[in-house]
C-alpha cells in the first residue's frame, strides 16, 4: 500500500491566553485549539475537513504545514518526520508545502504588482534570473485562467474570483505536492466558488496535488473531497470516504452537520438517521471532560462524561470516536 503523502500522530497546540497578574490572579489559561489528533493524507489525495467555526481545523491546517509548531505530537512528510526541524532545515520542505488562504483580499499585499506578489516565493528560494521568473508566472497565470496584462496590475484592479485565483498562483508556483485549502472559497459569491472549486480539481489533476480542503460547506466538500474528516472541539471524530460519511454517518454530531444541510426540494431531504443538537460549542479553554461532544449529544450515556472514546475503526476505512460504537 502507497505511504501517507503526510500524516500526524497525538498533534497537539495549545495557545496560553490571559495570564496571572493582580487582576487576573492564577496561572494562565490554555486554549485546546488541537488535542491528540490523528490524521493521514495519501498522495493525490483530497481529504475535507468540515465542523463548527472555532474547532480547531484551520489551526491543524497550519500545524500540518509547519507554520504553527505543535504542543505535542508528530507530524511526517513523505516518511520524514518535520515535528522538531529548525527554521533552515525545514526550508526545503517549504517548497512541497504550500496554503491558500480564506480571504482573497486580504491575502495579497496591495503594494505589490501581480508579477511580484507571484514571483515572492521563487525570489525567496533563490529561482534563477528575473528572465525566468517573469515566464513562470507567466505560465501560471495562464494555468489559473488570468491573461498576460495582469502582470503589471495591482490586487485592488481584480474581483475577488481573480484575487483568488492569483492567491492560487502564488501557492502553486513553487509546484508543491500538499496544499492545505483553508476556506478557499468561503468568501467567494456562489457562481464564482463553483469555478474556483472546478480550477483546484483541474490543477490537481495536471499538477499531482494533495490537498487539505478545510470548509463549512458540506456540499462543496462532497463535490471536491476523497475522504471526510470531521472535527469538533479540537478533535476528530469520525473519518471516512465521502460516500459512506454523507450516506451513512454514524457519529451523532456529523448526523447532525449532514441533517443541516439544506436540501434543494423537500422531496430530496435525506431520510437516514438524523440528529437534533442544541447549544453552542463549548469553549476550547475548558472543554468538558470525556467526550467533548456529550454536553450537546441526543444518545449522551455516563460513560461519555467520564472516559474521551478512541478514533476507532468500525469498518475498512471508517474511523468514529464515539461509545455508541462499542456499546452497541
Known amino acids: 500500500m502507497t505511504e ?49 467555526s472555532g474547532c480547531g481545523k484551520s489551526t ?8 504553527l509548531d505543535p504542543t505535542a505530537g508528530s507530524i511526517r512528510f513523505q516518511g520524514q518526520e518535520i515535528t522538531g526541524l529548525g527554521r533552515a532545515a525545514m526550508r526545503e ?4 508545502m504550500q496554503i491558500i488562504f480564506q480571504d482573497p483580499y486580504g491575502a495579497l499585499n496591495p503594494r505589490m504588482a501581480v508579477e511580484d506578489i507571484i514571483a515572492e516565493p521563487l525570489v525567496i528560494h533563490g529561482t ?43 501557492a502553486l508556483i513553487l509546484r508543491p505536492r500538499f496544499v492545505v ?23 490537481q489533476r495536471d499538477m499531482g496535488l494533495t490537498y487539505l480542503f478545510i470548509a463549512h460547506d458540506l456540499s462543496v466538500v462532497r463535490h471536491i473531497s476523497d475522504r471526510v474528516a470531521v472535527m469538533y472541539l479540537g478533535k476528530i471524530v469520525e473519518v ?26 423537500p422531496s430530496r431531504r435525506s431520510r437516514g438517521k438524523r440528529e437534533n443538537i442544541a447549544g453552542d460549542i463549548p469553549s476550547a479553554l475548558n472543554p468538558p471532560s470525556g467526550c467533548r461532544f456529550h454536553t450537546r449529544c441526543p444518545h449522551v450515556m455516563p460513560i461519555c462524561k467520564d472516559v474521551a472514546p478512541p478514533l476507532t475503526q468500525t469498518q475498512a476505512g471508517h474511523q468514529v470516536a464515539c461509545h455508541l460504537m462499542t456499546q452497541a
Open 4 to 52: 501517507p503523502l503526510i500524516s500526524a500522530a497525538n498533534l497537539a497546540k495549545h495557545f496560553d491566553v490571559g495570564g496571572g497578574g493582580i487582576f487576573r490572579g492564577g496561572r494562565p489559561s490554555k486554549l485546546r485549539a488541537v488535542d491528540d489528533v490523528a490524521l493521514s493524507i495519501m498522495p493525490g489525495e483530497t481529504l475535507g475537513l468540515v465542523g463548527e
Open 60 to 67: 491543524l491546517g497550519r500545524l500540518l504545514i509547519r507554520l
Open 93 to 96: 520542505f517549504r517548497r512541497s
Open 128 to 170: 534563477k534570473s528575473s528572465v525566468e521568473r517573469r515566464q513562470q508566472v507567466t505560465e501560471m497565470l495562464d494555468r489559473v485562467g488570468l491573461p498576460r496584462r495582469a502582470l503589471d496590475r495591482f490586487p485592488h484592479e481584480f474581483s475577488g474570483g481573480q484575487r483568488q485565483r492569483i492567491g492560487i498562483a502564488r
Open 181 to 203: 485549502c483553508d476556506e478557499a472559497v468561503s468568501a467567494l459569491d456562489v457562481s464564482v466558488q463553483a469555478q474556483i472549486v472546478n480550477l483546484l480539481q483541474d490543477l
Open 240 to 265: 471516512a470516504e465521502k460516500r459512506v460519511i454523507y450516506n451513512d454517518p454514524q457519529h451523532p454530531y456529523t448526523r447532525a452537520l449532514i441533517a443541516a444541510v439544506p436540501a434543494p426540494h
